[in-house]
């Protein structure tokens, strides 16, 4: 049984761990190419875009996959719509792995928004004067009009421009600490957080240190999942769902 993985999530690399290695089983992990130096999960690895949904079909027929598992960022819209497409084409069961958003507590302060542009235009009304923007390096263009505004931007690569006029670039990559997101946001002031829902604990610690500072959240809402497709939260129900269709 051929397993396609698409992957660039931690539980995408964990899910290859799980199933490499199991009798009967090859397991092939796709990566988009888009971060520099990315963590290689176990089995073969391919590197690169398909070439629109078209390409994906092409490519399940081609290596004869029979199972084609979504685990791609939560927000990777377009590669979730391609798989959705392709996998209809090729007539291949297609799983959906998203791990659940973000849920607000007692003491949040979350202003939730549909995209980075009403992001943008939140901020430009005046909510905050020195933002954390941990939206990833993709679409940045959305906050450059903004020239009143200082911004710290963290990424794992460095972005490219347009960027903002006032802006430090911070290049880490998680799991982040919580005393870390504390000391972050003391030392550079900041008094407005923008990010997107991307659920999980590695990245999680600013929410907390963002609520214990009594700043806003500006949360951009993660699209669907293509409708008709199964979604589990987890690792252990992805395995699951592959085991069941041996």
Known sequence: MHVLILGGTTEARRLAERLH?????????????RVASPRLPPGEVRVGGFGGAAGLAGWLCAHRVD???DATHPFARTMSFHAAAAAATAHVPLLAL????????????????????AAAELLGEG????VFLTTGRMGLAAFAPLASTWFLLRSVDAP???????AEVLLDRGPFSLDGERALLRRHRIDALVTKDSGGAATAPKLTAAREAGIPVVLVRRPPVPEGVP??????EAVEWVRERR
Do not use: F, K, N, Q
């Open 231 to 236: 979604v589990v939260p987890g690792v252990a």
């Open 127 to 130: 909510l905050g004067s020195r």
């Open 21 to 33: 290695g199991e009798p009967g089983r090859r397991v092939t992990s796709s990566l988009a190419g």
């Open 67 to 69: 199972l084609l598992i």
């Open 160 to 166: 490219e421009p347009p960027l903002p006029p006032r």
């Open 98 to 117: 998203r791990r659940p958003g973000w849920v607000a507590g007692p003491g949040d302060d979350w202003r939730p928004v549909p995209s980075l542009a």
